[in-house]
């Protein structure tokens, strides 16, 4: 197949694009720099040169593949919701590049997954639709794929290996400035996690499986609490592990309070079977154990 990928030097693009070439397959890859293009070459993928909010080079980038990955997104939050809009923009450009059968393959996230109180997300329940939360990819899909582009979603949680860890890589930068692992009330809270080598995998399967309206959770392990992630982090830091109640979240963590608080296990069975799946990376406790501090 012939793939086209932004955020192909990025921290899960680059496992991707190595998963891709590796089995003989075309990629193209966006590169902002030369520095980046140089990277690419390395790999043996073809280089194209834009970013994502250069929409013509991102519909010249995937006019004439046969399935195009959206893995780009800017992680500053102190501009998410502009970020948010580029990514809905890159979105409708990508799409509109492609043939009618030819598949898109978008990124989103478990936390921006509505779902049931109680229960693990799952791969059937739809996307948050607030107006609180700018960041709308499944939204920006579905017009998309009423011109007959077969669109698929893959949702990520906290992606990591020994560099970095999704969110946890910020909650450990204020753990160090702070002198403190926290975590709110009694620690309860749960992230889902997966190693990247893992979600390369997926994201290869989803390109080679993936039909139109098909959600993908990269999720090696369904949650893990915030205490158990505290605790790591302390011994790595070699602070002490504390306990905030809820009503100081923002003090303690700034804009990642608001995701400190926020319980979002997911599960994997429906990916595990549509896609024979099987995550065997190390987990985000054995990582956040072996990184260098």
Known sequence: MRIFITGATGFIGTEFMKELIAVGHQVRGLARSEAGGEQLRKMGAEVHRGDLRDLDSLRSGARGMDAVVNLAFNHDFSTFAQSSGDEISAIEALGSALEPGKLLVVTSGIGITAGAPGRPRLESDPPTDSKAVPRRPEQAALAVAARGVRVAVVRLPQVHDTRKQGLVTRYIEI??????????????????????????????????????????HAVGEEGVSARDIATAVGAGLGVPVVSVPPEQAAEQFGWLGAFAAMDLPASNTWTCERLGWRPEGPGLIADLQQMEY
């Open 175 to 216: 753990a160090r400035e702070k002198r403190a692992a926290a975590y709110i009330g009694e620690g309860r809270s749960r992230w889902s996690a997966a190693h990247v080598l893992d979600v390369a995998l997926l994201y290869r399967l989803a390109v080679e499986q993936g039909q139109a309206g098909e959600r993908f």
